[in-house]
């Protein structure tokens, strides 16, 4: 009986990954498609970016792994340094390959694959950068990339038979006419469009990701997730978090930790405020007070009521 092979591929659930699954499927080979994502991520968390929509339409087992507080040792202190963000995106690969890695050996699969192609991302996508990344993740040899493997020296999986790389495309660069002409052909459904999904490649949050680090540099993922929604303060190393309307209010309530103070104004459509530190104050609440009052636009007629859940 012919042996089946096992593929372990990153399926991010955009565009190229979903071709790259398709191509591989297309060689008999069994996959586990794996969705990184983490709290920087701007998706649909119910999808997986697409990667649930893909997996479901291309009938393969799917692994979400979760990028935790290992990962934001990277992003604090990345060994290759940032893109235009605060993104450490060689750093970022070199982290997911690694990880790529631990579940190809625990489920005794054969290779790994990719939707990278090469020159699409000036960062982390060009050949000389690939090979870095391969290096240090030490996956040299397993890591196939269909889009553009006719591009590429041949892989182990190439070499051995288990891929027939005539099956496989020579694309390269930003244009993704291949790409689309591809999924209308094979009738591939649920992929997410194109676009930058990543805030650390964000100006804006990435500055207030920066405050962080100075100020609090043992910053968890819990307290980095704060920045993602209403208005930002420090005041004595405390971070006042302000909603900008009910959703953001009720998120931020949802956030609330043990230690936090949630202050509501009552009666009144307003702001509310999030307080996050070591030793938040009377002065520090007042304060805060004094913010949501400067953000309420409906006129206080008389002498506001605050609730402060603590």
């Keep these: 009986m012919e042996k089946k092979y096992k593929a372990i591929g990153l399926l991010s659930g955009g565009l190229d990954s979903a071709v790259a699954v398709k191509l591989i499927l297309m060689q008999n080979i069994d996959i586990l498609a794996v969705n990184f994502s983490s709290i920087f991520c701007q998706c649909n968390k119910k999808n997986g970016c697409g990667a649930n929509s893909v997996a479901k339409n291309l009938n393969i087992s799917l692994m979400h792994v979760v990028k935790e507080n290992d990962y934001l040792n990277i992003i604090k202190n990345p060994e290759f340094g940032y893109g235009q963000g605060l993104n450490p995106c060689i750093d970022c ?53 269909p889009l553009s493997a006719k591009l590429l020296p041949p892989t182990e999986a190439e070499r051995n038979g288990i891929i027939n790389r005539e099956k496989l495309l020579d694309i390269k660069g930003r244009r993704r006419t291949i790409q689309y002409d591809f999924v209308e052909n094979f009738a591939i459904k649920g992929y997410a469009c194109p676009a930058g999904g990543c805030l650390l490649t964000d100006k804006i949050f990435s500055d207030k990701l920066k405050k962080m680090f100075e100020i609090n540099p043992q910053c968890t993922s819990s ?4 920045l993602k929604y209403g208005r930002i303060f420090w005041e004595e190393k405390n971070l006042i978090v302000i909603g900008r309307n009910q959703q953001e209010n009720e998120t931020l309530r949802n956030l609330k930790d043990k230690n936090d103070i949630f202050i509501i104004l009552e009666n009144i459509p307003s702001p509310a405020a999030l307080i996050r530190g070591n030793n938040i104050s009377t002065e520090i609440i007042e304060k805060s007070k004094n913010i949501i009052i400067q953000y309420t636009t409906k006129k206080i007629e008389k002498q506001p009521i605050f609730t402060v859940v603590k």
């Design 93 to 145: 690969r070199i982290y997911m390959f690694k990880k790529a890695k631990e579940i190809m050996e625990q489920q005794k699969a054969d290779f790994i694959f990719t939707g990278e192609v090469i020159n699409q991302r000036p960062f982390s996508q060009r050949k000389h950068i690939m090979d870095l990344i391969d290096k240090k993740a030490g996956v040299q040899d397993k890591i196939l990339r």
């Design 223 to 226: 307290d980095i997730n704060l």
